[in-house]
């Protein structure tokens, strides 16, 4: 049977069933998004799927509440939110939809569930405090979704469900957006593979164009690379390499000499014709034609090797 309405409940809303909703309406367009605590809504049927609200947890009957004792775990013992059940039994249809390649879903699926869904379910629990954010916790997900509640004097009818509309609006955006970067690493991790294979045991890597690499050089154990190529626009870039996603601190830094110099000053600190721009923190350098920057990324090999 076709799958007519999405019934979540009514009120006050948070980040977990706008989220589930994110999810329901890119799979089931047609339906209806029915806002209620009516029992003759959230009564299980063949064409409606109710989310975090019911009292159950069902696949099978389409209802996925996780408010009720026992409450759904993940295997380690973690606790689902509606969102977290949702993405369980309809994020690899989701990823489907999105045009995510077939030979990626299942580990964007794993990874947008670790990285995305798993804090909302424990937040919407109660099993992570907010504070863990510190000063940025304002600005969490939950947060920013739960600023857009109507205010405690709006005197319209329709406020919360009006909310929730325009929260749902905004979830989509944020989705779909960390969707389709984990989809692009997916497709620059191949591309970076090549690129490595290609460099063989040289100390520069040369990429096609600006990609996330650091994910394929720590799959591939790439440890000696020391500086990355990149053309941009009209010119190219020398980049370092940072040691991990932790820090700032560069596998090896561009020269001294070279920092914070522009155009012909920096020609004549590097004696590279078409040199332009060097970062005073020296983690990229900027050159007007590939021979020039490769001829720049060579230097700054013998720097740091020397």
Known sequence: MTITHL????????????????????????AQVMRSRDRQWITPAADKIIYDVGGD???????????QRPNPLREDGQPYSSFGLIWAHYGRDYLTAMDVPADDIETIHATFDAKFVLPIDLLDNGAMEPSVAGPLSILTLPSLLGSLKPVF???????????????????????EAMVRNLAAKARAQSLVMEAI?????????????????????????????????????????????????????????LPAAWAGLNGADLEAAS????????????????????????????????????
């Open 7 to 30: 019934v979540t409940h009514s009120g006050g809303f948070h980040a977990d069933e706008v989220l589930s909703s994110v999810v329901l309406t890119r799979l089931f367009p047609r």
């Open 57 to 67: 947890y069902s696949a099978e009957a389409q209802i996925f509440d996780h408010h």
């Open 153 to 175: 004097d709006d005197p319209s009818p329709t406020a919360d469900d009006d909310a929730f509309f325009v929260a749902l609006g905004v979830a989509r955006g944020f989705v």
């Open 197 to 253: 294979a290609k460099a063989g045991t040289s100390p520069i890597l040369e990429l096609p164009m600006g990609m996330p690499y650091r994910s394929a050089l720590d799959k591939a154990e790439a440890d000696h690379f020391l500086f990355v190529v990149i053309p941009r626009g009209d010119d190219w870039t020398l980049n370092g390499i940072k040691l991990s996603n932790d820090t700032f601190d560069q596998r090896a830094d």
């Open 271 to 306: 004696g590279v014709k078409g040199a332009k721009f060097c970062h005073n923190a020296r983690f990229i350098a900027v050159a007007n034609s590939r021979e020039a920057i490769m001829e720049m990324a060579n230097l700054a090999v013998a720097e740091a090797l020397s």
